[in-house]
């Protein structure tokens, strides 16, 4: 079956120590997302790529990074995470059309737990 | 701008019951489309609906029903003879130029 992977599920890290989460897809989709979730909240749109170009959100922190090395794959890095960057982290995938970004469906991978400690 | 509110934070029902959730969304786009979608405690999003804005036909699919008046810019869903396992945080989101969600609604069935 297509779908969106998320490695890991669980991540623990230190406080101030890089860590990377990993996502994947099989449905050949061109644009990829990365989603920030805090307990009991929305998900928040960190950044997003089509095909090769990088779209960070005004408000998305520095520390935060990503990296997209092929049509399959997209990384998060978080240089330096902070108590605050404990949360969920989604990935999600759509098939971008000629009808512009208001029209994507998005489909999520199963999220990323990182703790900080 | 756009925005999403689902005013229920939570609905507690026992197994069988009827649960509607509502969903009011603002936007100045002519053009722009609603999504549900579900977030079990397993933590995955998944995709129920999508419905554009020149689409006001009601939807069913199984239990589950929509409910799209643009009139009253409301998009609200309804889980028929609820079971169990419709436990989860159900999102209403809308897109224009990007999806934005509301705060979710934790749905709880109870046995």
């Known amino acids: 079956d297509a779908m969106v992977i998320q490695n890991p599920r669980y991540q623990v890290t230190q406080f101030g120590k890089p860590v990377t989460l990993s996502c994947s897809q099989t449905?050949?989709?061109?644009?990829m997302y990365w989603y920030q979730q805090k307990s009991s909240q929305a998900p928040k749109l960190l950044f997003h790529y089509y095909d090769k170009d990088f779209n960070n959100e005004a408000d998305t922190p520095d520390n935060f990074q990503s990296r997209r090395p092929n049509t399959s794959f997209c990384f998060l890095d978080i240089r330096s995470p902070g108590l605050g960057d404990a949360a969920m982290y989604l990935c999600?995938?759509?098939?971008?059309?000629?009808?512009?970004?208001?029209?994507?469906?998005?489909?999520f991978g199963p999220g990323t737990r990182l703790t900080v400690l | 701008a756009q925005k999403v509110t689902q005013a229920q934070t939570e609905i507690s029902v026992v197994e069988k019951e009827d649960v509607t959730l509502d969903c009011v969304y603002e936007?100045?786009?002519?053009?722009?489309?609603l999504f549900w979608y579900k977030q079990p405690p397993s933590g995955e999003l998944v995709f129920l609906i999508r419905?554009?804005?020149?689409?006001?036909q009601n939807e069913i699919s199984g239990r589950y029903s929509w409910n799209f008046q643009k009139s009253t810019s409301s998009f609200n869903f309804t889980i028929t003879a609820s079971q169990v396992v419709d436990s989860a945080v159900y999102f209403c989101?809308?897109?224009?130029?990007?999806?934005?969600f509301g705060a979710g609604t934790t749905v709880t069935v109870r046995a």
């Open positions: 989101a809308l897109s224009s130029y990007k999806l934005s």
């Open positions: 419905r554009n804005s020149f689409d006001e």
């Open positions: 999600a995938t759509s098939r971008r059309t000629s009808g512009g970004a208001g029209t994507d469906t998005q489909y």
């Open positions: 936007t100045r786009d002519t053009t722009y489309y």
């Open positions: 449905l050949n989709h061109n644009v």
